[in-house]
């Protein structure tokens, strides 16, 4: 039972921002929002999380809505190499298990 | 900061040959880490929940005596694939935590595992 929904995938322009929404309608008070990519035959890279605020970091930023059932993961400016699968995990306090969905296919185009 | 190094990269190797596969955190100390499974066009898929000193939680499905998992250190995790057939070759992933409150997974680049 998949807890978030992503778009399968999306096409952005170098340079520009990029936008990578998630649906996590069920989430629950005590779960965090986490995004990880995956670049082609590498492991996952953690690239960020929050609970309710707001975060920023040198890689992103995640902006979570008010009512917390859904978030956005901005890259402020894409390169060729941001290209990869970003999957957006929704975690429980505590649990330290992740459970990866399909993801999104992000191709940055020149 | 933060890194996991996992070896062999890739194997290749006959049928009925077990396989083991290391996980180490380079630079901090992980009481749990994680196995997980990715075959190809596929998402991961988590395996076992790998905890130091103690015995490895397997997920549902996943035979623990065909995955052999042992975390004899706060370090290192190692995963045997036994008596490996064809259809255990698949991309194995680990990942690892530090032991510090709100703390994301870092994961090794995997290894990928051709059983001929």
């Known amino acids: 039972d998949a807890k978030t929904t992503q778009p399968p995938s999306m096409d952005c322009a170098e340079g520009r921002a990029a936008n990578l929404p998630c649906n996590h309608s069920?989430?629950?008070?005590?779960?965090?929002v986490y995004w990880y990519r995956q670049i082609h035959s590498q492991g996952p890279q953690y690239i960020i999380h929050g609970l309710k605020n707001n975060e920023t970091n040198e890689m992103a930023s995640l902006i979570i809505t008010e009512d917390r059932k859904s978030s956005t993961l901005i890259l402020p400016h894409a390169t060729l190499r941001d290209t990869a699968v970003y999957y957006c995990i929704v975690r429980v306090v505590g649990d330290y298990k992740l459970s990866f969905g399909a993801g999104t296919t992000v191709t940055v185009r020149a | 900061g933060a890194v996991v190094s996992q070896h062999p990269s890739r194997v290749i190797c006959k049928s009925g040959t077990s396989v083991k596969i290391e996980c180490r955190s380079l630079?901090?100390?992980?009481?749990?880490m994680f196995w997980y499974r990715q075959f190809p066009k596929k998402s991961l898929m988590l395996m076992a929940t790998?905890?130091?000193?103690?015995?490895?939680?397997?997920e549902q499905g996943v035979e623990k005596d065909k995955f052999l998992i042992n975390h004899a250190s706060l370090t290192l995790s190692t995963l045997t694939v036994t008596s490996a057939h064809p259809e255990d070759s698949s991309f194995y992933i680990c990942?690892?935590?530090?032991?510090?409150?709100?703390?994301?997974?870092?994961f090794g680049d995997g290894t990928r595992l051709s059983i001929l």
């Open positions: 990942s690892a935590r530090q032991d510090i409150s709100n703390q994301p997974q870092h």
């Open positions: 790998s905890n130091e000193g103690s015995k490895a939680t397997y």
């Open positions: 069920t989430i629950s008070g005590n779960e965090y």
């Open positions: 630079d901090f100390q992980a009481t749990t």
